[in-house]
């Protein structure tokens, strides 16, 4: 059975970082490349990162370039988001999954908040 089990997040004040995990299972994690997604209340899907899956290219939105940063370790199968310099605008429900959307966590919140 594929999962992909989160864990990280929570509320934190602007400016400060979090950083969220990604468990993969019942996959050959180190053949995908691999994505964060967030979603914010009242918005539609938006596209946060993704890591090739030797983890040697990375990508990301504009919106987070230069705060955020995307990594992975292939020997225990997880993938992590490290968020710094967080601002309200962040405050989401964060997923990690495959790139096409297959496979997907079961979401993490992550609210930015004074």
């Known amino acids: 059975e594929v999962q992909l089990v989160q864990s990280g997040g929570g509320m934190v004040q602007p400016g400060g970082s979090l950083k969220l995990s990604c468990a993969a299972s019942?996959?050959?994690?180190?053949?995908?490349?691999m994505s964060w997604v967030r979603q914010a209340p009242g918005k539609g899907p938006e596209w946060v990162s993704t890591i090739s899956s030797r983890g040697d290219t990375t990508s990301y939105a504009d919106s987070v370039k230069g705060r955020f940063t995307i990594n992975r370790d292939n020997a225990k199968n997880t993938l992590y988001l490290q968020m710094n310099a967080l601002k309200p605008e962040d405050t989401a429900l964060y997923y990690c999954q495959t790139p096409s959307g297959n496979y997907r966590g079961q979401g993490t919140q992550v609210t930015v908040s004074s």
């Open positions: 019942g996959f050959t994690f180190s053949s995908f490349y």
